[in-house]
């Protein structure tokens, strides 16, 4: 495949806005699939970390998906002609607070495009950032890392995974069955069929597994933080992914709080000890 990277560049300062209401029954569904108590948003509750993720969902026609099950390129996106997306990572700044109830819109702007071409064969990186706004202005500062590659090549071997720390002061297990996958789509409205379709992902993809979403390992980190330090809000995080998780195993997140105690080091490992992401959070004074 050939990528033609001076026409993609043509996407770079290419923006949407999109506007959405806070309602409280998408937190209330987030909760559960994390298998929290907060099953009763009330108006005026803040959003928490990674909330603002199951609001502004996309929603492509059905005439409009492609095979994958995303929507066709093109758009918003630059059109690149590859076939696997993949979220790789991304940070995050809360200069405010969103809170239920709020009517917010979030500006997204194509930042850059960049294309790579190695070992791994050719890579196209698209970084967008995001800035929500609220009642009183920006809450949500975000930059997000889009990575585009090749198709899968079978008999090649991926690399193994760097060992991840053994050394967490907070850890918790995760079962990544495939009710949570799909409910974490459908909270998302992510039609992409990695997270689902496990014909697809096995004989078309050539993974082991369901895939385990980027942006719900990021969650279980952010909400790892809430139920380890529930006294302090999250004002940072980043994050980016080194490893996909599988639905075939579980999986833990981790994190180990600095001498500062106001940041914190974060990571979710395979059932090998593999780094899967990589995290740091700093909270509020």
Same mark, same amino acid.
């Given at each position: 495949?050939?990528?033609?990277?001076?026409?993609?560049?043509?996407?770079?300062?290419?923006?949407?806005?999109?506007?959405?209401?806070?309602?409280?029954?998408?937190?209330?569904?987030?909760?559960?699939?994390?298998?929290?108590?907060?099953?009763?948003?009330?108006?005026?509750?803040?959003?928490?970390?990674?909330?603002?993720?199951?609001?502004?969902?996309?929603? @492509?026609? $059905?005439?409009?998906?492609?095979? +994958?099950?995303?929507?066709? &390129?093109?758009?918003?996106?630059? /059109? !690149?002609? %590859?076939?696997?997306?993949?979220?790789?990572?991304?940070?995050?700044?809360?200069?405010?607070?969103?809170?239920?109830?709020?009517?917010?819109?979030?500006?997204?702007?194509?930042?850059?495009?960049?294309?790579?071409?190695?070992k791994s064969g050719e890579l196209v990186f698209v970084l967008v950032k995001h800035a929500i706004a609220g009642p009183d202005g920006v809450c949500v500062e975000e930059e997000h890392d889009i990575v585009y590659r090749?198709?899968?090549?079978?008999?090649?071997?991926? @690399?193994? $995974?760097?060992?991840?720390?053994? +050394?967490?002061?907070?850890? &918790?297990?995760?079962?990544?069955? /495939? !009710?949570? %996958?799909?409910?974490?789509?459908?909270?998302t409205f992510n039609g992409h069929r990695i997270h689902y379709d496990l014909a697809y992902v096995t004989e078309t993809e050539g993974?082991?597994?369901?895939?385990?979403?980027?942006?719900?390992?990021?969650?279980?980190?952010?909400?790892?933080?809430?139920?380890?330090?529930?006294?302090?809000?999250?004002?940072?995080?980043?994050?980016?992914?080194?490893?996909?998780?599988?639905?075939?195993?579980?999986?833990?997140?981790?994190?180990?709080?600095?001498?500062?105690?106001?940041?914190?080091?974060?990571?979710?490992?395979?059932?090998?000890?593999?780094?899967?992401?990589?995290?740091?959070?700093?909270?509020?004074?």
């Open positions: 495949m050939t990528v033609d990277i001076n026409y993609l560049r043509t996407w770079v300062g290419k923006s949407e806005i999109a506007t959405d209401i806070l309602h409280g029954g998408q937190l209330a569904s987030l909760a559960a699939t994390l298998d929290r108590d907060e099953l009763d948003p009330q108006l005026g509750d803040l959003v928490p970390p990674a909330g603002h993720w199951v609001y502004f969902t996309p929603r @492509p026609k $059905a005439s409009e998906i492609g095979p +994958d099950g995303h929507a066709k &390129r093109g758009g918003f996106l630059p /059109p !690149v002609d %590859l076939p696997r997306r993949m979220w790789a990572g991304g940070r995050m700044r809360w200069p405010g607070a969103l809170r239920v109830g709020d009517t917010v819109t979030r500006t997204s702007t194509i930042s850059e495009v960049n294309h790579k071409s190695g090749g198709p899968s090549d079978p008999n090649m071997l991926p @690399p193994p $995974a760097k060992a991840a720390p053994t +050394d967490a002061d907070w850890s &918790r297990t995760i079962e990544p069955n /495939p !009710v949570l %996958l799909f409910r974490y789509s459908a909270l993974y082991p597994g369901l895939i385990v979403h980027g942006p719900l390992i990021a969650t279980l980190l952010m909400d790892l933080c809430r139920r380890e330090r529930p006294e302090q809000q999250l004002v940072r995080f980043d994050y980016r992914a080194m490893s996909p998780l599988f639905h075939i195993a579980p999986f833990t997140v981790n994190g180990r709080l600095a001498d500062d105690g106001n940041t914190a080091q974060l990571w979710a490992a395979d059932a090998d000890g593999g780094l899967a992401m990589q995290a740091e959070a700093e909270f509020a004074d």
